[in-house]
């Protein structure tokens, strides 16, 4: 996998992967997240094995608290890619499990600082298997982080959600492909989290256009892989 063109910036290959209900929820109204079975999960984790980041918002982490780690299947050598969370207001506890010392992580916020908000920076500062990344305004800019994150040797990242970070990945067109296991459940729950949140397209021509590229059966279940079509119209 290798780093995809931005307008003339480069920028990690993103493949954006979660387990859904066929409604397309990431979690139950209850915040049960427990979809994909053990086969699928091992799926995820070769996923993570090949790639240079695992990605995910604050949300997920303060939801989740996952290690983001390669755990579900043997690797020798033993690889962890970096996890990198995007965190504009600093929320991460200092004890979440993506700032243990399996593998570095990378926290990405913003450079608008609190009072608060410093005395953590300081903190998180003296870990050595920590890195900040700061950009400006008032949420973390993603083309911004993804520039930054290629210069950093970063060439391909697995996003792994939540619906709020999908959405706005999928808006700035830096998702490169979509790899989804759709378990046969339904959740239903207006407020239950689905694949993408966020504010939405207002039409199909804006939309983000896949291209179909695989699909298996796994845990009673499918898997879809798709291709983001980048620039659509462009031979219309
Ligand atoms: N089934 C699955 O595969 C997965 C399920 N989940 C579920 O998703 C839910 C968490 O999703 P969300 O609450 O949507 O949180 P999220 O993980 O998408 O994080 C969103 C947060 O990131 C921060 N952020 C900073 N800059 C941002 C930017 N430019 N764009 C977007 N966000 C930015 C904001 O604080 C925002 O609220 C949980 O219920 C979790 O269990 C999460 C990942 C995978
Ligand atoms: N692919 C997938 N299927 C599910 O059913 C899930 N609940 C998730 N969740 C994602 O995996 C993270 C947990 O990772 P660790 O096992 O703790 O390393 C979780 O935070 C979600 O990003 N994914």
Known sequence: MTGD???????????????????GKLATVNNDSRI????????????RAMVDGIMVGIGTV?????????????TTPRKNPVR????????????????NREAKTIIATTSKMSRE???????????????????DGDRVDLKKLMEVLYKNGIRSILLEGGGTLNWSMFKEGLVDRVSVYIAPMIFGGKNAPTYVDGEGFKSVE?????KLERYYLMDGGIVLE??????????K
């Open 5 to 23: 063109s931005m307008s003339n910036t480069l920028k990690p290959y993103v493949i954006s992967n979660v387990g859904m209900s066929l409604d």
């Open 36 to 47: 994909s079975g053990a086969e699928d999960l091992k799926r995820v984790h070769r996923l």
């Open 62 to 74: 303060l939801k989740d608290d996952p290690r983001l780690t390669v755990h579900k299947i043997d």
């Open 84 to 99: 990198i969370v995007v965190d504009s207001k600093l929320k991460i506890p200092l004890n979440a499990r993506v700032l």
């Open 117 to 135: 908000k410093e005395k953590k920076l300081k903190m998180l500062k003296k870990l050595k298997h920590v890195d900040i990344i700061e950009t």
């Open 206 to 210: 804006e939309c983000v256009k896949l």
């Open 226 to 235: 798709f291709e983001v079509v980048k620039n659509p119209d462009k031979n």
